[in-house]
């Protein structure tokens, strides 16, 4: 019976039962309902995946009869139609499935590393080429904008930096400046070609000037006078370079820096003044405004 008398005492927790064969279990289950204790414990689970397979009823009845128990509590507890294991065995002891040792992945040398390729001369001036001429696009759609916003404003002045003092970048900039802007195109740029403006630009060994006055308003100013007053009021004629081609609509110049003693970024403060008296001794800054009006930063409009 698997009923547990009154007056019966589980086995001490110290004899464990070790399973040889099938005949030797049916002779210890002759008394007993389980391997150990008053109910199925992990020691029936053991011995029953160590028999493996129901035992012969009629040589063994006991083992059987425990077997068949067993199996019954087992169905109970995994209630789903098994499909078979492959590969699988059952342990030699206690039931208990070894589990298999992760094999250690060898760990990949990382890639190495790319060196950046140093740019070549010829990229390295195309980009100066395309940072001038973006600077001078965005810069022209601020004077257009100025101008629309401030009546009477025809004359400009201002500073570019990416040029860096280089007078062909320099005139690049200023060529951006004048394009016609594209009405689809994504960002606005250039679009101040009706205003005459001069544009400078310093570096460390020199300052570049260049000059644009369009066509109509020429009669008002002529950039050739503008551009040689400029010139006279830097003062520097030994450093000083006019490049060919001035004219009454275009001009430019560079006056180079003397070590220690006169430095780019200063002479070009000087230029800057120098432009703006010119327009202002001309009429040409609006006699309703201050100066303070027109000036963004080191720009000075007219």
């Known amino acids: 019976s698997s009923e547990r008398p009154h007056d019966a005492k589980p086995p001490p927790a110290d004899m464990a039962y070790a399973y040889t064969d099938v005949p030797a279990l049916d002779k210890y289950l002759a008394d007993k309902s389980y391997i150990t204790g008053f109910q199925a414990s992990q020691d029936d689970l053991d ?77 390295k001036r195309a980009k100066q ?34 040029s860096e003092g280089d007078i062909e970048l320099l ?43 369009p066509k109509e308003l020429v009669e008002k100013i002529n950039c050739k006078e503008w551009v040689e007053s400029v010139v006279a009021f830097i003062n520097e004629p030994d450093a000083t370079e006019v490049l060919p081609g001035i004219c009454e609509t275009k001009g430019a110049f560079v006056v180079k820096g003397k070590p220690g003693i006169t430095f780019p970024i200063k002479l070009k403060d000087t230029g800057l003044a120098g432009a703006f008296t010119y327009l202002r001794s001309k009429k040409c800054f609006p006699e309703s405004e201050s100066e303070d009006d027109y000036c963004f930063g080191d720009d000075y409009g007219m």
Request: proline share 7%; glycine share 8%.
């Open 171 to 213: 005139q690049m900039a200023m060529d951006a400046m004048n394009v016609e802007v594209e009405p689809d195109a994504e960002e606005r740029k250039g679009g101040s070609g009706h205003i005459g403006k001069m544009i400078f630009s310093a570096s460390n060994d020199q300052l570049a000037v260049v000059a644009h006055v």
């Open 129 to 162: 080429v395309k940072d001038a001429k973006k600077e001078g696009g965005k810069k022209a759609v601020d004077i257009a904008g100025a101008a629309e916003m401030t009546l009477g404003m025809e004359f400009f002045c201002t500073t570019l930096e990416k």
């Open 47 to 123: 011995v029953f995946v160590a028999v493996g397979a129901a035992p012969d009823a009629s040589a063994t009845p006991n083992a059987a009869r425990w077997y068949s128990h067993v199996a019954a509590l087992l169905a109970k507890a995994f209630p789903g139609t098994p499909a078979g294991v492959t590969g699988a065995s059952a342990p030699a002891a206690a039931g208990k499935k070894e589990q298999p040792k992760k094999e250690k992945k060898e760990k990949k040398a990382p890639p190495p590393k790319k060196e950046k390729k140093e740019p070549t001369a010829e990229e």
